[in-house]
């Protein structure tokens, strides 16, 4: 443990004796201790040292040491630095051999509330501003694209098109299956007071092909295709092959965003339909086995509740929300910075961008549909 204690030799001389371990890992050394005794002697003229006693050390001593001289600096005290080991010493010189720039401290100031609430709005502004300039570019590739000037490779396309199609199956499965359940279990125990338990196969199925086999698809494929987006043209750009492409005359927007835009933007409305199903089952499986209706009145129940134009505007959206997705992924890996903590503040930040956008743009369709009667 480390230990210091102090000496006063001729009424001008001020003897520090170290001794024990001086180690980080037996904690900070004890510099106010020091602070106090210098400040307490007023006919202070000399600091000396004294480490016989003085055990294994690594840095932690010398933030005292280089507390002490600062003082006896500011105090026009001289420092006789003899008694420590040679390579206290040495370590000592090369930490004083270059002063301290006069301002390199700078306090940290709490930015008022006002101003922490313009930052934000301006970044909030920036980033909408971005999300429309990548909106604006999009539509000029899909304009090359439409008129066979696109260049981008077809095998990225098709393993894309696996990533969000087949390969998400397994999650949209279990989490639309569950929100199936949840909705028809909320909604039996209320009907069930007024002996409408059949009307459930009604509120899942309306539900789920309307908002939520759609929204919650694309919040699902939001946190794991939009990050994996954003996380691969991050590292991307960490390593300079966007650069690359740039240089060798191949646009990223075509090469990397269009691709995947076109494949989220293909699975999407698949695996909302999968996603309606699954809904429609997890509803199924509640009014079969707590509500003991069959199998078949269920199903006739929720055909005769949906029509098409339920289906089709659940589809509608989810084609819209995997724009928003594909968008928001490239966007942030597109804007990430070139270090690794900067690729993953990329994939988390595409995340919440994307889940927002589809919020915002659920809202938006609910109350175009409302006016337009669907």
């Not at 300079?240 to 990397?256: H, K």
């Not at 699975?267 to 909302?272: A, G």
């Not at 129940?301 to 490239?330: M, P, R």
Request: glycine letters at 10%; aromatic letters at 6%; hydrophobic letters at 55%.
């Amino acid at each position: 443990m480390n230990q210091v204690s102090f000496e006063r030799v001729n009424n001008d001389i001020l003897l520090i004796r170290f001794a024990g371990r001086w180690q980080l890992s037996g904690g900070l050394a004890p510099s106010g201790a020091v602070e106090r005794e210098l400040q307490a002697f007023p006919s202070l003229a000399r600091v000396a040292f004294d480490a016989r006693d003085l055990g294994d050390w690594d840095s932690s001593i010398l933030t005292v040491l280089a507390r002490v001289s600062g003082l006896c600096r500011q105090r026009q005290v001289a420092l006789d630095a003899d008694g420590l080991p040679a390579g206290i010493h040495r370590l000592l010189d090369l930490a004083e051999a270059v002063p301290e720039r006069v301002g390199a401290r700078i306090a940290v100031r709490k930015s008022p509330v006002l101003e922490r609430i313009g930052t934000g709005a301006i970044g909030v502004a920036d980033s909408v501003t971005a999300m429309l300039a990548l909106l604006g570019d999009m539509t000029v590739t899909f304009v090359r694209l439409f008129g066979m000037k696109a260049r981008y490779r077809a095998s990225d396309l098709w393993l894309l098109i696996q990533q969000c199609g087949a390969q998400a199956l397994p999650i949209v499965t279990l989490v639309t299956f569950l929100v199936g359940v949840i909705l028809a279990f909320v909604g039996a125990v209320q009907l069930k007071q007024f002996g409408a338990q059949i009307y459930v196969a009604d509120l899942v199925g309306i539900a789920m092909t309307r908002e939520m086999g759609a929204m919650m698809t694309a919040i699902i494929m939001a946190g794991r295709t939009g990050a994996a987006f954003a996380a691969q043209l991050g590292t991307m750009k960490v390593t300079q092959e966007i650069d690359a492409l740039a240089t060798a005359g191949f646009s990223p927007m075509e090469f990397l965003v269009l691709p995947r835009v076109i494949a989220l933007v293909l699975m999407m409305p698949l695996l909302c339909l999968y996603a309606d199903l699954m809904g429609v089952a997890g509803g199924a499986a509640i009014g079969v086995g707590m509500l003991h209706l069959s199998w078949t009145t269920y199903l006739h129940q929720t055909a005769d509740a949906i029509t098409l134009t339920d289906v089709a505007g659940g589809v509608f959206k989810s084609a819209v929300y995997g724009v928003l997705v594909a968008l928001a992924g490239c966007l942030r890996g597109l804007q990430s910075g070139n270090s690794s903590a900067a690729v993953g503040e990329a994939a988390t930040s595409a995340v919440v961008t994307g889940i927002v956008a589809i919020i915002l743009a659920c809202g938006v369709f609910s109350v175009v549909f409302y006016v337009l009667g669907i």
